[in-house]
């Protein structure tokens, strides 16, 4: 148990309808992200915040997508207007940088939001 | 632009002999190598890395091994075990910013499925 937790594990929805996905990072992580992974492909890096504060996003974040962190703690990925391709598993990930030595390099990640669009 | 790559999409291996499985990469600012073992339908499980400064890092059962001038990292798991099957994941970071004391985004390949016989 990494301590990352993501919410819904699994949901199914139509075409065009909006999802939202939560993430709670683990506590005292100030970095979080998001990523993708689709089948037979390795995770894809979609977003990162530090803080409270979203530092990039990747060219595969269309418009349709939105992350949040408004407290710096947990985090939401809207998806808007759904479309089949959105189909994917949605990855959280969380870092607490500034730690000396490599512990502060490791990555943790959630167990997934599986995204099935109909 | 696959930028980390695991050319061997699956390794077969008998219980208690050596897996050894492979990555090349080709992005030269990439300083920080991960390996992730990741089972269906759960998120990545951090499983061991290693930094540019070095060329061997061990803990366990796993090794890891990297080859900066051949750009090839390798998972060595002595002995392997039936529950290490699963799909491996190499990734790599580069720092964010000139410091170095923080790593960012991960760039994942594509996984190789290793699955060990009893």
């Known amino acids: 148990d990494t301590g990352v937790s993501q919410d819904p594990r699994h949901k199914i929805t139509k075409r065009g309808q909006n999802v939202t996905f939560r993430c709670d990072p683990i506590s005292e992580h100030n970095r979080l992200y998001w990523y993708r992974q689709t089948l037979g492909q390795g995770p894809e890096f979609l977003t990162y915040?530090?803080?409270?504060?979203?530092?990039?996003k990747s060219r595969l974040l269309s418009d349709r997508f939105s992350a949040e962190r408004p407290k710096g703690s947990f985090s939401t990925l809207e998806i808007q207007r759904t479309e089949q391709g959105d189909s994917a598993m949605y990855l959280c990930?969380?870092?607490?940088?500034?730690?000396?030595?490599?512990?502060?390099?490791?990555?943790?990640f959630g167990e997934g939001s599986w995204l099935t669009v109909v | 632009d696959q930028q980390v790559k695991q050319n061997s999409p699956s390794l077969s291996v008998q219980e208690g002999r050596i897996s050894i499985l492979n990555c090349d990469y080709t992005n030269s600012m990439f300083d920080y190598f991960l390996w992730y073992k990741k089972y269906p339908a759960e998120g990545p499980t951090f499983l061991i890395s290693i930094s540019s400064i070095k060329d061997k890092n061990e803990d366990g059962r796993f090794t890891v091994f990297l080859n900066k001038s051949a750009k090839h990292l390798s998972l060595h798991i002595v002995p392997s075990q039936p529950g290490d099957s699963a799909v491996y994941f190499c990734a790599a970071s580069s720092p964010f910013n000139a410091g170095g004391t923080s790593y960012g985004k991960l760039t994942f390949g594509q996984g190789t499925i290793l699955t060990v016989h009893p």
């Open positions: 990930a969380s870092q607490r940088i500034g730690l000396r030595g490599s512990s502060g390099n490791t990555i943790y």
């Open positions: 915040f530090q803080n409270e504060a979203q530092l990039e």
